[in-house]
């Protein structure tokens, strides 16, 4: 049974940071790229980042880039999002999602296989 198990989230003032932690278990963590999503009160859910099965490449969407940061310790099975200068239009539910196939990670959330429940991240101004 696979499980993505999201925590750090929180309330922060706009400036602060948190970082975010995703630990995977029942699947071969690092045959899936993974990815971290987010989703506002009435919004579709959207990219944030994602990195690749070995780590060695990133993605992020433009509105955090420079910002966020994402990483992944496959010793632990555990992927991360370091969350800087936030702001507070990064309010939301954050999801970290697991992908199995494919060549790149995906920005679109319908082309992964396995969520989190997902942790809230408040940023007040």
């Known amino acids: 049974q696979v499980q993505l198990v999201e925590s750090g989230g929180g309330l922060v003032q706009a400036g602060g940071s948190l970082r975010l932690s995703c630990a995977a278990s029942?699947?071969?963590?690092?045959?899936?790229?993974m990815g971290w999503f987010r989703q506002a009160p009435g919004e579709e859910r959207e990219f944030v980042a994602a990195i690749s099965r070995s780590g060695s490449s990133t993605h992020y969407d433009d509105s955090v880039k420079g910002r966020f940061t994402i990483s992944r310790d496959d010793a632990s099975n555990t992927v991360y999002l370091q969350m800087n200068s936030l702001k507070p239009e990064d309010t939301a539910v954050y999801y970290c999602g697991a992908e199995r196939t494919g060549w790149a990670p995906s920005r679109h959330w319908g082309e992964y296989d396995y969520w989190g429940q997902g942790t809230q991240v408040t940023v007040s101004s």
């Open positions: 029942g699947l071969t963590f690092r045959g899936y790229m």
